[in-house]
Protein backbone atom coordinates (compact mmCIF):
# COMPACT_ATOMS: atom_id res chain seq x y z
CA UNK A 1 0.00 0.00 0.00
CA UNK A 2 0.98 3.59 -0.26
CA UNK A 3 1.45 5.85 2.39
CA UNK A 4 -1.39 8.02 0.83
CA UNK A 5 -3.87 4.41 1.13
CA UNK A 6 -2.26 3.89 4.43
CA UNK A 7 -2.97 7.50 5.52
CA UNK A 8 -7.20 7.10 4.78
CA UNK A 9 -6.65 3.99 6.02
CA UNK A 10 -6.06 5.93 9.61
CA UNK A 11 -8.63 8.44 9.05
CA UNK A 12 -11.32 6.19 7.92
CA UNK A 13 -10.09 4.04 11.30
CA UNK A 14 -10.95 7.17 13.47
CA UNK A 15 -14.06 8.36 11.60
CA UNK A 16 -15.53 5.21 12.04
CA UNK A 17 -14.37 5.01 15.71
CA UNK A 18 -12.70 2.74 15.35
CA UNK A 19 -9.02 2.54 17.54
CA UNK A 20 -5.27 2.64 16.51
CA UNK A 21 -3.36 -0.54 17.57
CA UNK A 22 0.38 -0.66 17.69
CA UNK A 23 1.09 -2.28 14.53
CA UNK A 24 -1.07 -0.04 12.50
CA UNK A 25 0.23 2.68 10.20
CA UNK A 26 0.14 6.08 11.85
CA UNK A 27 1.16 9.87 10.99
CA UNK A 28 4.39 10.43 13.25
CA UNK A 29 3.29 13.32 14.83
CA UNK A 30 0.48 11.32 16.40
CA UNK A 31 2.71 8.32 17.46
CA UNK A 32 4.52 11.32 18.96
CA UNK A 33 1.96 13.01 20.42
CA UNK A 34 0.62 10.05 22.21
CA UNK A 35 4.11 9.15 23.02
CA UNK A 36 4.29 12.82 25.24
CA UNK A 37 0.58 12.38 26.43
CA UNK A 38 1.12 8.77 27.75
CA UNK A 39 3.86 9.07 29.23
CA UNK A 40 3.66 12.52 30.94
CA UNK A 41 0.29 10.83 32.42
CA UNK A 42 2.98 7.25 33.44
CA UNK A 43 5.22 9.92 35.39
CA UNK A 44 2.42 11.71 36.91
CA UNK A 45 1.15 8.15 38.57
CA UNK A 46 4.79 7.39 39.87
CA UNK A 47 5.28 10.81 41.36
CA UNK A 48 2.10 11.30 42.04
CA UNK A 49 2.59 8.69 44.84
CA UNK A 50 5.09 10.70 46.44
CA UNK A 51 3.06 13.13 48.55
CA UNK A 52 0.72 10.79 50.08
CA UNK A 53 3.41 8.07 50.55
CA UNK A 54 5.15 10.47 52.83
CA UNK A 55 2.07 10.01 55.09
CA UNK A 56 1.91 6.12 55.44
CA UNK A 57 3.64 6.16 58.47
CA UNK A 58 2.00 8.67 59.93
CA UNK A 59 -1.61 7.43 58.90
CA UNK A 60 -4.04 8.05 61.99
CA UNK A 61 -5.32 4.53 62.40
CA UNK A 62 -4.41 1.05 60.84
CA UNK A 63 -7.80 1.19 58.71
CA UNK A 64 -6.47 4.55 57.21
CA UNK A 65 -3.03 2.81 56.91
CA UNK A 66 -4.30 -0.06 54.88
CA UNK A 67 -6.42 2.14 52.58
CA UNK A 68 -3.43 4.65 51.99
CA UNK A 69 -1.01 1.91 51.15
CA UNK A 70 -3.53 0.10 48.82
CA UNK A 71 -4.11 3.74 46.61
CA UNK A 72 -0.30 4.12 46.83
CA UNK A 73 0.30 0.76 45.12
CA UNK A 74 -2.99 1.10 42.83
CA UNK A 75 -0.83 4.77 41.21
CA UNK A 76 2.14 2.32 40.90
CA UNK A 77 0.16 0.17 39.03
CA UNK A 78 -1.58 2.24 36.74
CA UNK A 79 1.92 3.81 35.57
CA UNK A 80 2.88 0.53 34.54
CA UNK A 81 0.38 0.34 32.42
CA UNK A 82 1.20 3.40 31.00
CA UNK A 83 4.21 2.85 30.78
CA UNK A 84 4.03 -0.46 29.11
CA UNK A 85 1.12 1.35 26.67
CA UNK A 86 3.69 3.96 25.57
CA UNK A 87 6.29 1.70 25.29
CA UNK A 88 4.04 -0.26 22.65
CA UNK A 89 4.84 2.91 20.39
CA UNK A 90 8.18 2.07 19.86
CA UNK A 91 10.41 3.87 22.65
CA UNK A 92 11.62 2.67 25.74
CA UNK A 93 11.08 2.26 29.03
CA UNK A 94 15.12 3.52 30.24
CA UNK A 95 14.46 6.42 27.29
CA UNK A 96 11.37 7.34 29.31
CA UNK A 97 12.45 7.14 32.51
CA UNK A 98 15.48 8.79 31.42
CA UNK A 99 13.52 11.89 30.20
CA UNK A 100 12.20 11.84 33.68
CA UNK A 101 15.09 12.00 36.05
CA UNK A 102 16.23 14.44 33.51
CA UNK A 103 13.87 16.96 34.24
CA UNK A 104 13.04 17.36 30.19
CA UNK A 105 9.71 15.30 30.80
CA UNK A 106 6.32 17.07 31.93
CA UNK A 107 4.06 15.53 35.07
CA UNK A 108 1.32 16.33 36.41
CA UNK A 109 1.93 20.11 38.36
CA UNK A 110 -0.29 19.00 41.44
CA UNK A 111 2.18 16.80 42.52
CA UNK A 112 4.86 19.65 42.88
CA UNK A 113 2.40 20.99 45.90
CA UNK A 114 3.91 19.62 49.46
CA UNK A 115 1.16 17.54 52.02
CA UNK A 116 1.54 19.63 54.84
CA UNK A 117 -1.24 17.73 57.41
CA UNK A 118 -3.10 14.44 57.84
CA UNK A 119 -6.02 16.57 55.71
CA UNK A 120 -4.50 16.80 52.56
CA UNK A 121 -4.36 13.28 51.99
CA UNK A 122 -8.53 12.44 52.20
CA UNK A 123 -8.10 16.40 50.22
CA UNK A 124 -6.14 14.64 47.40
CA UNK A 125 -8.23 11.52 46.93
CA UNK A 126 -11.16 13.64 46.77
CA UNK A 127 -9.64 16.92 44.64
CA UNK A 128 -7.42 15.46 42.73
CA UNK A 129 -8.13 11.40 42.14
CA UNK A 130 -11.65 13.55 41.33
CA UNK A 131 -10.05 15.52 38.66
CA UNK A 132 -7.98 13.04 37.29
CA UNK A 133 -11.26 11.33 36.93
CA UNK A 134 -12.85 13.64 34.99
CA UNK A 135 -10.10 14.04 32.37
CA UNK A 136 -9.66 10.45 32.20
CA UNK A 137 -13.24 9.00 31.63
CA UNK A 138 -12.86 10.46 28.21
CA UNK A 139 -9.66 8.85 27.77
CA UNK A 140 -11.17 5.34 27.72
CA UNK A 141 -12.08 6.11 24.36
CA UNK A 142 -9.09 7.83 23.26
CA UNK A 143 -8.49 6.37 20.03
CA UNK A 144 -5.34 4.38 20.66
CA UNK A 145 -6.09 0.66 22.21
CA UNK A 146 -3.06 0.37 24.41
CA UNK A 147 -4.10 3.80 26.47
CA UNK A 148 -8.06 3.56 25.73
CA UNK A 149 -7.77 0.03 27.66
CA UNK A 150 -5.37 0.70 30.15
CA UNK A 151 -7.66 3.97 31.20
CA UNK A 152 -10.26 1.60 32.00
CA UNK A 153 -9.10 -0.10 34.50
CA UNK A 154 -7.09 2.77 35.71
CA UNK A 155 -10.70 4.88 35.96
CA UNK A 156 -12.35 1.93 37.70
CA UNK A 157 -9.59 2.52 40.87
CA UNK A 158 -9.42 6.30 40.34
CA UNK A 159 -13.25 6.43 41.17
CA UNK A 160 -12.24 4.10 44.97
CA UNK A 161 -9.61 6.45 45.50
CA UNK A 162 -11.50 9.61 45.16
CA UNK A 163 -14.72 7.97 47.10
CA UNK A 164 -12.00 6.94 49.82
CA UNK A 165 -11.14 10.45 49.53
CA UNK A 166 -14.20 11.94 50.17
CA UNK A 167 -15.20 9.62 53.37
CA UNK A 168 -12.21 10.96 55.12
CA UNK A 169 -12.70 14.47 54.37
CA UNK A 170 -16.15 14.05 55.99
CA UNK A 171 -14.83 12.16 58.68
CA UNK A 172 -12.77 15.52 59.31
CA UNK A 173 -15.34 18.43 58.60
CA UNK A 174 -18.11 16.13 60.78
CA UNK A 175 -15.22 15.74 63.50
CA UNK A 176 -13.90 18.20 66.29
CA UNK A 177 -13.49 21.63 65.75
CA UNK A 178 -9.79 21.30 65.20
CA UNK A 179 -10.10 18.41 62.78
CA UNK A 180 -12.88 20.80 60.35
CA UNK A 181 -10.43 23.61 60.56
CA UNK A 182 -7.79 21.35 59.04
CA UNK A 183 -9.96 19.84 56.76
CA UNK A 184 -11.09 23.45 55.66
CA UNK A 185 -6.99 24.39 55.16
CA UNK A 186 -6.54 21.49 52.83
CA UNK A 187 -9.44 22.15 50.77
CA UNK A 188 -7.88 26.29 50.64
CA UNK A 189 -4.44 24.81 49.54
CA UNK A 190 -5.44 22.27 46.97
CA UNK A 191 -8.40 24.71 44.82
CA UNK A 192 -6.52 26.41 42.47
CA UNK A 193 -3.71 23.68 42.07
CA UNK A 194 -6.26 21.26 41.59
CA UNK A 195 -7.83 23.27 38.84
CA UNK A 196 -4.81 23.32 37.14
CA UNK A 197 -4.21 19.91 36.29
CA UNK A 198 -6.94 20.31 32.97
CA UNK A 199 -4.05 22.20 31.84
CA UNK A 200 -3.66 25.70 30.60
CA UNK A 201 -7.22 27.56 28.82
CA UNK A 202 -8.14 26.48 25.97
CA UNK A 203 -7.32 29.58 23.90
CA UNK A 204 -3.49 28.81 25.46
CA UNK A 205 -3.37 24.86 24.97
CA UNK A 206 -1.16 23.97 21.50
CA UNK A 207 -1.83 20.23 21.53
CA UNK A 208 -5.73 20.47 21.98
CA UNK A 209 -6.56 20.92 18.39
CA UNK A 210 -4.53 17.50 17.03
CA UNK A 211 -6.13 15.81 20.21
CA UNK A 212 -9.06 16.94 19.07
CA UNK A 213 -9.29 15.88 15.64
CA UNK A 214 -7.47 12.52 16.57
CA UNK A 215 -9.48 11.89 18.75
CA UNK A 216 -6.91 10.96 21.53
CA UNK A 217 -8.80 14.15 24.30
CA UNK A 218 -12.56 14.04 23.49
CA UNK A 219 -13.10 17.19 25.69
CA UNK A 220 -10.78 20.34 25.92
CA UNK A 221 -9.45 21.58 28.89
CA UNK A 222 -12.01 24.38 29.77
CA UNK A 223 -15.04 22.06 29.11
CA UNK A 224 -13.21 19.47 31.70
CA UNK A 225 -12.51 22.26 34.83
CA UNK A 226 -15.95 23.57 34.37
CA UNK A 227 -17.53 20.19 35.02
CA UNK A 228 -14.79 19.47 37.86
CA UNK A 229 -16.46 22.65 39.53
CA UNK A 230 -20.18 21.44 38.85
CA UNK A 231 -19.29 18.58 40.71
CA UNK A 232 -17.67 19.50 43.25
CA UNK A 233 -19.02 22.51 44.65
CA UNK A 234 -22.16 20.98 45.75
CA UNK A 235 -19.57 18.24 47.76
CA UNK A 236 -17.96 21.54 49.54
CA UNK A 237 -21.82 22.79 50.48
CA UNK A 238 -22.33 19.17 52.54
CA UNK A 239 -19.08 19.14 54.26
CA UNK A 240 -20.11 22.51 55.56
CA UNK A 241 -16.57 23.77 54.38
CA UNK A 242 -16.37 27.15 53.02
CA UNK A 243 -15.44 27.86 49.56
CA UNK A 244 -11.45 28.88 49.23
CA UNK A 245 -10.37 32.47 49.80
CA UNK A 246 -10.44 34.32 46.14
CA UNK A 247 -12.49 30.47 44.91
CA UNK A 248 -15.07 33.02 43.42
CA UNK A 249 -17.68 30.75 43.19
CA UNK A 250 -21.16 31.60 42.91
CA UNK A 251 -23.82 29.52 41.12
CA UNK A 252 -24.76 31.43 37.65
CA UNK A 253 -28.53 30.75 37.28
CA UNK A 254 -28.61 31.73 33.19
CA UNK A 255 -26.05 29.26 32.50
CA UNK A 256 -26.68 26.57 35.01
CA UNK A 257 -23.34 26.55 36.48
CA UNK A 258 -20.77 28.10 38.72
CA UNK A 259 -18.79 30.75 37.71
CA UNK A 260 -15.54 30.52 39.26
CA UNK A 261 -12.10 32.11 39.64
CA UNK A 262 -9.07 30.86 37.21
CA UNK A 263 -5.72 29.47 38.89
CA UNK A 264 -2.91 31.82 38.54
CA UNK A 265 -1.65 30.90 35.20
CA UNK A 266 1.90 32.53 35.96
CA UNK A 267 2.48 30.15 38.77
CA UNK A 268 1.41 27.10 36.92
CA UNK A 269 4.03 28.01 34.49
CA UNK A 270 6.51 28.10 37.13
CA UNK A 271 5.24 24.94 38.53
CA UNK A 272 5.69 22.95 35.05
CA UNK A 273 8.91 24.41 34.41
CA UNK A 274 10.46 22.98 37.32
CA UNK A 275 10.18 25.86 39.49
CA UNK A 276 7.47 24.97 41.90
CA UNK A 277 7.48 24.21 45.40
CA UNK A 278 8.87 20.34 45.24
CA UNK A 279 9.94 19.59 41.97
CA UNK A 280 13.51 18.67 43.23
CA UNK A 281 12.53 16.81 45.89
CA UNK A 282 10.14 14.44 43.77
CA UNK A 283 12.50 13.77 40.73
CA UNK A 284 15.35 13.64 43.62
CA UNK A 285 13.28 10.97 45.42
CA UNK A 286 12.61 9.31 41.91
CA UNK A 287 16.14 9.18 40.90
CA UNK A 288 17.27 7.55 44.47
CA UNK A 289 14.03 4.79 44.24
CA UNK A 290 15.22 4.18 40.59
CA UNK A 291 18.90 3.57 41.59
CA UNK A 292 18.07 1.64 44.55
CA UNK A 293 15.72 -0.85 42.57
CA UNK A 294 18.65 -1.27 40.21
CA UNK A 295 19.68 -5.03 42.06
CA UNK A 296 15.96 -5.97 41.33
CA UNK A 297 15.99 -5.10 37.93
CA UNK A 298 19.87 -6.99 37.20
CA UNK A 299 17.97 -10.08 39.43
CA UNK A 300 15.01 -10.25 37.09
CA UNK A 301 16.69 -9.94 33.92
CA UNK A 302 19.20 -12.48 35.20
CA UNK A 303 16.17 -14.62 36.05
CA UNK A 304 14.43 -14.45 32.89
CA UNK A 305 17.84 -15.10 30.93
CA UNK A 306 17.94 -18.52 32.75
CA UNK A 307 14.24 -19.45 32.06
CA UNK A 308 15.05 -18.30 28.16
CA UNK A 309 18.20 -20.75 28.56
CA UNK A 310 16.64 -23.48 29.96
CA UNK A 311 13.84 -23.35 26.94
CA UNK A 312 16.02 -23.43 24.60
CA UNK A 313 18.38 -26.78 25.56
CA UNK A 314 14.60 -28.29 26.24
N1 LIG B 1 0.79 19.66 34.68
C1 LIG B 1 1.94 19.63 33.96
N2 LIG B 1 1.97 19.97 32.66
C2 LIG B 1 0.80 20.33 32.09
C3 LIG B 1 -0.40 20.37 32.78
C4 LIG B 1 -0.38 20.02 34.13
N3 LIG B 1 -1.48 20.06 34.89
N4 LIG B 1 -1.38 20.78 31.94
C5 LIG B 1 -0.78 21.02 30.77
N5 LIG B 1 0.53 20.76 30.86
C6 LIG B 1 1.53 20.95 29.82
C7 LIG B 1 1.27 20.02 28.65
O1 LIG B 1 1.86 18.76 28.88
C8 LIG B 1 1.89 20.79 27.53
O2 LIG B 1 3.31 20.67 27.58
P1 LIG B 1 4.17 19.97 26.38
O3 LIG B 1 3.62 20.48 25.08
O4 LIG B 1 5.56 20.38 26.66
O5 LIG B 1 3.96 18.50 26.51
C9 LIG B 1 1.60 22.24 27.89
O6 LIG B 1 1.39 22.25 29.29
C10 LIG B 1 0.40 22.83 27.18
O7 LIG B 1 -0.80 22.14 27.56
P2 LIG B 1 -1.86 21.53 26.55
O8 LIG B 1 -3.22 21.85 27.05
O9 LIG B 1 -1.54 21.95 25.16
O10 LIG B 1 -1.54 19.97 26.72
P3 LIG B 1 -2.48 18.70 26.55
O11 LIG B 1 -3.40 18.85 25.38
O12 LIG B 1 -1.60 17.52 26.60
O13 LIG B 1 -3.43 18.74 27.84
C11 LIG B 1 -3.61 17.37 29.81
C12 LIG B 1 -2.89 18.55 29.14
C13 LIG B 1 -5.08 17.74 29.99
C14 LIG B 1 -2.96 17.11 31.16
C15 LIG B 1 -3.50 16.13 28.88
O14 LIG B 1 -2.15 15.86 28.59
C16 LIG B 1 -4.10 14.87 29.44
O15 LIG B 1 -5.30 14.68 29.41
N6 LIG B 1 -3.24 13.95 29.92
C17 LIG B 1 -3.63 12.64 30.41
C18 LIG B 1 -4.08 12.69 31.83
C19 LIG B 1 -2.94 12.98 32.78
O16 LIG B 1 -1.78 12.98 32.47
N7 LIG B 1 -3.30 13.20 34.03
C20 LIG B 1 -2.35 13.41 35.07
C21 LIG B 1 -3.17 13.63 36.28
S1 LIG B 1 -2.58 12.92 37.69
C22 LIG B 1 -2.94 11.29 37.71
O17 LIG B 1 -3.47 10.75 36.81
C23 LIG B 1 -2.55 10.54 38.93
C24 LIG B 1 -3.75 10.15 39.71
O18 LIG B 1 -3.38 9.15 40.57
C25 LIG B 1 -4.34 11.23 40.52
Not at 65 to 84: P, S
Not at 224 to 239: A, E, G, H, M, S
Not at 298 to 313: F, L, P, R
Amino acid sequence: MKTLDFEQLFESKLANGEMIEPKDWMPENYRKHNIRQISQHAHSEIVGMLPEGNWITRAPSLRRKLVLLAKVQDEGGHGLYLYTAAESMGISRDELLDALHTGKAKYSSIFNYPTLTWADVPAIGWLVDGAAIMNQVMLQRTSYGPYSRAMIRICKEESFHQRQGYEGMCALAFGTPDQKKMAQDALNRFWFPTLMMFGPPDKESPNSENALKWRIKRETNDELRQKFVNQTVPQIDYLGLDYPTNSGIKWNEAKQEYDFNEPDWVEFKNVISGNGPCNKERIEARVKAHNNGAWVRAAAAAYAEKQKQKSVAA
